[in-house]
């Protein structure tokens, strides 16, 4: 039984009661069952204790014999453990879930959190960048954290070295978040421990794992897509030209929300991701001004009066996995070995520069397309 790739439009209705709680614990925590799968059993099956009733039956559909669900035991135990450092489970649906995250397709369906959850209703800006950061990318970062925390906004980011201490150290004092790779009460990395636990007193750290997990290299670009989901925008600060930071840049183009990065010089490898997304069409940061300028417009007023003269432009649809994919073999099927002019690709796929720039960053990364001098593009070898 794999996970398939198939969401709701309509998150599932969150439990009420203790019991119902226990189940969508149980239900997640069963084996091959990740967000996409839980909200397509939840939809067909309509509670959790009747998906998990079904879904020995479900994996044998799929091949998969002898079954077992998540032990009732295993669950226990993680909520005894939560209960003990004083973590709260948030439910998809919840009055006090992430709202933007609420919003991805892959929406995690329960997150525990240690903190302040009130943090959670004010409006979010991801900063991610190096782990070996540069001592100008750490200063960078600090006054952009503590600047836009100024303005009212919570930082949002990964607890790793660098850039994310940075960021999270400036922003302590008006809000952030810590979005965890392992267990909520495990602290990574080590060195981090004292700012953990400062953030668990006035911010507030959040991770879909379970309690107790050692965080593991694929539990990363995992935790990318929360930070990403979570956020109005993401701000690169420093980011190698293939680094995790970058992978959390994708996930904020497929999530539809907005990239920026802090430019650098061009002889420093810390720097030569934010660069490569600035050629490639993320806005240019300098300093909190040109973040804030970036967002949407929130003001109530201004809302109103768009409502009422229609004025006001719809955003582009958020470009779904499918269709990210779609793009990303049509570019492919376009190049070869002779290389090609990048306008003259976006003609002949007859789509925007906004959506193949980004698609071509990605396959980049991937190495499955060399750019070269003037903007000449070719099939990797």
């Known amino acids: 039984m794999t996970e398939e790739q198939h969401s709701s439009n309509h998150p599932p209705l969150p439990p009420t009661t203790e019991e119902d709680r226990f189940s969508w614990l149980r239900l997640l925590r069963s084996r091959r069952v990740g967000p996409t799968t839980f909200r397509r059993l939840l939809s067909e099956h309509g509670k959790a204790q009747n998906a998990l009733a079904a879904l020995p039956e479900v994996a044998r559909a799929a091949g998969e014999e002898d079954y077992e669900i998540c032990p009732a035991g295993v669950i226990t135990a993680e909520l005894k453990a939560a209960k003990a450092v004083k973590a709260r489970l948030l439910c998809l649906g919840d009055a006090l879930y992430?709202?933007?995250l609420a919003d991805i397709s892959d929406a995690p369906p329960l997150l525990w959190a240690i903190g302040d959850l009130s943090i959670l209703q004010r409006p979010m800006i991801a900063m991610v960048g190096a782990r070996n950061c540069s001592s100008l990318g750490a200063r960078m970062a600090r006054a952009l954290?503590?600047?836009?925390?100024?303005?009212?906004?919570?930082i949002v980011s990964g607890l790793a070295r660098g850039i994310d201490t940075a960021a999270h150290l400036a922003s302590l004092k008006t809000g952030t978040v810590a979005v965890m790779a392992g267990g909520v009460d495990v602290i990574y990395p080590s060195e981090n421990a004292g700012l953990a636990n400062d953030i668990a007193q006035q911010g507030l750290r959040i991770s879909e794992q379970p309690m107790g997990m050692r965080p593991q290299a694929r539990h990363f670009p995992r935790r990318n897509r929360i930070i990403s989901g979570m956020s109005q925008a993401v701000v690169v600060v420093e980011a190698a030209?293939?680094?995790?930071?970058?992978?959390?840049a994708r996930?904020?183009?497929?999530?539809?929300?907005?990239?920026?990065?802090?430019?650098?010089?061009?002889?420093?490898?810390?720097?030569?991701?934010c660069n490569m997304l600035i050629r490639d069409g993320a806005q240019l940061v300098r300093n909190a001004d040109d973040v804030i300028a970036a967002l949407p417009m929130q003001e109530p007023e201004q809302l109103a009066l768009d409502q009422?003269?229609?004025?006001?432009?719809?955003?582009?649809?958020?470009?779904?996995?499918?269709?990210t994919a779609q793009l990303h073999t049509q570019i492919l099927n376009r190049l070869g070995p002779s290389p090609v002019a990048e306008d003259q690709l976006i003609r002949d796929l007859q789509?925007?520069?906004?959506?193949?720039?980004?698609?071509?960053?990605?396959?980049?990364?991937?190495?499955?397309?060399n750019r070269q001098a003037g903007g000449l593009l070719s099939l990797a070898h």
């Open 351 to 369: 789509a925007s520069a906004g959506d193949v720039g980004p698609a071509l960053v990605d396959l980049e990364l991937d190495g499955k397309i």
């Open 251 to 273: 996930d904020a183009l497929d999530q539809g929300r907005e990239v920026l990065a802090v430019p650098g010089h061009p002889f420093d490898a810390r720097a030569a991701g």
């Open 98 to 100: 992430p709202e933007f």
């Open 308 to 323: 009422v003269l229609q004025e006001a432009p719809r955003p582009a649809p958020k470009r779904s996995l499918q269709e």
């Open 241 to 248: 030209a293939k680094s995790g930071s970058l992978i959390t």
């Open 145 to 154: 954290a503590h600047d836009l925390g100024a303005k009212d906004n919570v």
